[in-house]
């Protein structure tokens, strides 16, 4: 069942005095970076004042500007002869970051992985797919070296082909996937183009769905759809990429690798730190990186810590779901709207299709939303009156919970752009 126990169930006080040696070896070898060096010397700070947990808060927080800043090596803490790997953001907002690994920061991504997919139950007789982008993005060879060690057949196929993939998975009898949540949609209107139903023609058991938020209707029509648990995988490159946090069999929320990352979670206004339980935005520091350590790196990602221990013994605390990041936010007639609110409402209605695109217009001074919709495809053969009942209903849920009322246009299953990495959901026309 754990693929540490000693790491995975340690006592809170152990795990915490492990964090603590972690953050300060952190924070000398930070020091050693341009970034870092410049940042300490600015506010006076010694390394070796950092005596507990608490101490962090003597250290500014750092962000994604700052990594651009220091682009492109600013943040090393290592020679450059030390590292062994680069990777990148996948750059959805701006330029992106970079982050250099040596092989001992390889060696603990890849066991943080390997960690991670066996929590969820994907053993060395699983047959994995890894349907995410190689290169530069960290989901392809991040999940690729964890299912190695757990010793799963491994199957690089990246990103795309979706006629390809969904052969493979029939002629090599895959029974895990990584797949990103918004293609594992679209991939199945695929399936159902080729006849091949997945419960039936494959043996398909586990999913990772990771990269993008999505809500748990979604992580329910990919297990209806396929057949299989779907467990969320939750990751960023300046934390290595995927192994941050992930779900265990309970699938209630994802326990985060505590003994490699110290978070914390503050408001994104006042920056003061919540209490357990209430939402905000996570922050991050690593604990075991050498080659380019990150301290109090605010990921804009939102959630909140699951203050209630987990039933399957884990003692590293769970976050929920993200909900979205904080520039994710639309700012629309006064009132905050996240993407997510928009696809809970959309995927629990039985008509909707697999894909959706949220467009913002501004038209003097007044903003509107439009909410481009598929619905299945029975709706366009059929009566007019019967779309636009549908299209009122789907308004007015919309309207219930987002309070502005958008335009909605329903559009033919299959009809809107897709890519092969995250989904973009929405596109600002508002901006000159
Ligand atoms: P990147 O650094 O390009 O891999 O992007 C990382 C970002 O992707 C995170 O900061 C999140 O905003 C998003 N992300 C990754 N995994 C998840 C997930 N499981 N749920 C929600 N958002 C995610
Ligand atoms: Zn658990």
Known sequence: MYWKPELETMERDTLEALQLEGLKKSVTSA???????????????????VLSLEDIRKIPFTTKDDLREAWPYGFLAVSKDELVRMHSSSGTTGRATVIFHTARDLESWTDLLARSMYMAGM??????????????????????????????????VGAGNSRRQIQIMKDFETTAI????????????????????????????????????HTEKTRQKVEEFYGLRAFNSFGLSEMNGPGVAFECQYQMGMHLWEDNFFMEIID??????????IEGELVLTTLKREGMPILRYRTKDLTRIIPEPCQCGRTHRRIERIKGRTDDMMIL?????????????????????????IILERDGYNDHMIVRVEVLKDFFSGDLKQLEALRKRITAELQS????????????????????????RVIDNRKD
Not at 333 to 356: C, D, S, T
Not at 401 to 423: F, H, Q, W, Y
């Open 123 to 156: 053993r060395k007789t699983d047959v994995f797919q890894n349907m995410m982008t190689y290169g530069l993005f960290t989901g392809g060879l991040g999940f690729h070296y964890g299912a190695e060690k757990i010793g799963s057949l491994t199957i690089p």
């Open 31 to 49: 020091a050693k970076s341009v970034f870092y060096g410049n940042q300490f010397t600015k506010i006076n700070l010694d390394p070796s004042s």
């Open 268 to 277: 994104p206004d006042t920056l003061e730190t919540v209490a357990d339980g």
């Open 178 to 213: 990584h797949i990103i949540p918004s293609y594992a949609l679209h991939l199945s209107e695929i399936f159902e183009e080729m006849g091949v139903d997945p419960r039936r023609d494959t043996k398909l058991r586990m999913a990772f769905l990771g990269a993008e938020p």
């Open 333 to 357: 007639k006064g009132v905050n709207i996240f993407p997510i609110q928009i696809e809970k409402k959309l995927m629990e209605i039985a008509e909707v299709g697999n894909n959706f695109l």
């Open 401 to 424: 919970d987002i309070l502005i009322t958008p335009r909605v246009e329903l559009v033919e299953p299959n009809s809107l752009p897709k890519t092969e990495g995250k989904a973009v």
